[in-house]
């Protein structure tokens, strides 16, 4: 220990004490002056600051352009919207919300839908998608069938989603159901439209950039569209996996979901990539299938809607390279 941090002893009281434990870590941690270095942290703050500044204004300024963009899209419906709120106040609520949606869809991923000729003008049908680790492009997906077709897309939600605080009130809004069989068989005889993936959480946590359809042996929603007698309509978002990723495939997340139930596999991404959601053609009510047969028949209407338009292993590169050149509208 050095003559300074020896003589430090003989100070009195706290203030004593504490000099001297500053001098001692100073001398464990090497540095002779703890001033020189402050200093050296002041200067290093006072040359980056400007450059910090130079390149955070013109993020805020995109920031602003592309709220300003969103506003325009708000704006652009305001007539829908009035006539909305004047017919009644949920409905007006909905159209507002999925023109955020819309636009923050048109502004972040370039969002495209092909084919949305065939969903019904009225009348039911069972929409079935491929579920990515964070369906964002289904929510678009409801939003423009809110703001083109002026209806509402009842859905089916996995159970834990009902029991996050807070969100009720967004479910009861939207239609959201659980997903026992009979409520899905009701809403359909009710003429609506209902969408569901048969591979929920397991899809969204465990599948990855190859694609992989996890859907099990699931036919339930086969035997829903049985009891209903209504067409399905497959449905797939091309790169909704490169717009969001998860850490599923480690095998400890896999096995706290199937031991506990607990979806806690980390999803990370957000990324600006270009998605385009295609709508197979629907798959009429056949008396003569069985609910086994039929989910087979629907899954291989998604592998195919996979196989032709998404490029397989995806790549977040190449998807964010696609917002800049387009696709003819007849695929």
Request: aromatic share 16%; net charge positive.
């Given at each position: 220990m050095s003559n300074e941090s020896e003589s430090c002893w003989s100070g009195n009281g706290s203030v004593g004490i504490l000099n001297c434990l500053l001098l001692a870590w100073e001398d464990w941690a090497g540095m002779g002056n703890l001033e020189d270095y402050l200093s050296f942290l002041e200067y290093l703050l006072w040359v980056f600051t400007p450059l910090a500044i130079?390149?955070?204004?013109?993020?805020?300024?995109?920031?602003?352009?592309?709220l300003s963009i969103l506003f325009l899209h708000v704006y652009k419906r305001k007539n829908q919207l009035r006539e909305a709120y004047s017919n009644n106040l949920w409905d007006g609520a909905r159209k507002t919300l999925a023109t955020?949606?819309?636009?923050?869809?048109?502004?972040?991923?370039?969002?495209?839908?092909?084919g949305l000729?065939?969903?019904?003008?009225?009348?039911?049908?069972?929409?079935?998608?491929?579920?990515?680790?964070?369906?964002?492009?289904?929510?678009?997906?409801?939003?423009?069938?809110?703001?083109?077709?002026?209806?509402?897309?009842?859905?089916?939600?996995?159970?834990?989603?009902?029991?996050?605080?807070?969100?009720?009130?967004?479910?009861?809004?939207?239609?959201?159901i659980h997903g026992p069989q009979e409520e899905c068989v009701k809403a359909l005889?009710?003429?609506?439209?209902?969408?569901?993936?048969?591979?929920?959480?397991?899809?969204?946590?465990?599948?990855?950039?190859?694609?992989?359809?996890?859907?099990?042996?699931?036919?339930?929603?086969?035997?829903?569209a049985i009891d209903s007698k209504v067409p399905i309509?497959?449905?797939?978002?091309?790169?909704?996996?490169?717009?969001?990723?998860?850490?599923?495939?480690?095998?400890?997340?896999?096995?706290?979901?199937?031991?506990?139930?607990?979806?806690?596999?980390?999803v990370y991404g957000g990324f600006p990539v270009k998605f385009r959601t295609y709508l197979g053609d629907p798959i009429p009510?056949?008396?003569?299938?069985t609910a086994a047969e039929l989910a087979e028949k629907v899954q291989a209407a998604v592998q195919a809607l996979i196989d032709r338009h998404q490029?397989?292993?995806?790549?977040?590169l190449r998807a964010l390279l696609e917002r800049f050149h387009t696709r003819p509208k007849t695929e």
């Open positions: 130079v390149f955070i204004l013109p993020f805020l300024i995109v920031i602003l352009i592309y955020l949606w819309d636009g923050h869809g048109a502004i972040w991923h370039g969002y495209e839908i092909h000729d065939k969903i019904p003008d009225e009348g039911p049908a069972l929409i079935v998608y491929y579920h990515g680790a964070i369906p964002i492009d289904y929510y678009y997906f409801l939003a423009r069938v809110i703001i083109q077709k002026g209806r509402t897309c009842h859905s089916v939600a996995d159970h834990f989603l009902f029991k996050v605080p807070g969100i009720k009130l967004l479910l009861e809004v939207f239609s959201v005889r009710s003429g609506h439209l209902l969408g569901i993936a048969p591979g929920g959480v397991r899809e969204a946590l465990f599948s990855d950039e190859i694609y992989p359809l996890v859907w099990g042996k699931r036919k339930g929603f086969a035997q829903v309509i497959p449905m797939f978002t091309q790169n909704v996996r490169e717009g969001f990723r998860s850490l599923g495939t480690l095998k400890f997340f896999r096995w706290v979901y199937e031991r506990f139930r607990l979806p806690i596999a980390p009510y056949d008396p003569k299938l490029k397989i292993p995806g790549n977040i």
